[in-house]
């Protein structure tokens, strides 16, 4: 087993170095897009039925156009037999791009999807209280009723309708009558 957040982190010092670190991001969200698109091509990487000569062909074939370093890093990944953990170098290569580049990764879940406007007054709110470039994507969850789920760098601030209703019915339950 090797560690995701080493490799992730050696990937990006590597891409930095040589000043190809955003073209290096952009390719590593195309092989990420790829490989949940097809997650049968995760597994026939880390099957040992195929020959290991036989992946880093696949790999040259499927992600030859891509930045030599992310492709010698694909291909590290699959002589370690260490395939599963992709997405886990991956994402620790994001947290170590967003450190440099001072961005903040934030998801806005809403019950029905946030307009524009929304969406711009709540990345520059984030980017005044934090002093960092907000990255924000908006999921919907019908569930949460109205309101809003933020996450961003570890928090969850949860004023959704439904963590309101839970809070009153927990309170309810709680009080003896």
Known sequence: MIDAAAYGK???????EAGEDKRVQGELELVRRALREQ?????????PAVQTEEKL???KQ?????QPL???????????????QFSACAEAFDACYDEAHNFLRATAITAVPMQERQK????EKLAHITGKTVLLTNRTDPALVGGITLRYGGVQLDDSIRARLDKLR????????
Do not use: H, W
């Open 10 to 16: 050696a990937l990006f010092e590597l891409s930095q």
């Open 39 to 47: 997650p049968q091509y995760m597994t026939l990487l880390d099957t």
């Open 62 to 66: 499927a992600f030859g156009g891509v």
């Open 120 to 123: 711009t007054a709540l990345r």
């Open 170 to 177: 927990r309170s309810l339950s709680e009080t003896i009558v």
């Open 70 to 84: 992310l492709l010698n890093f694909l291909c590290l990944l699959c002589e370690k037999r260490a395939y599963s």
């Open 57 to 59: 062909g696949l790999l």
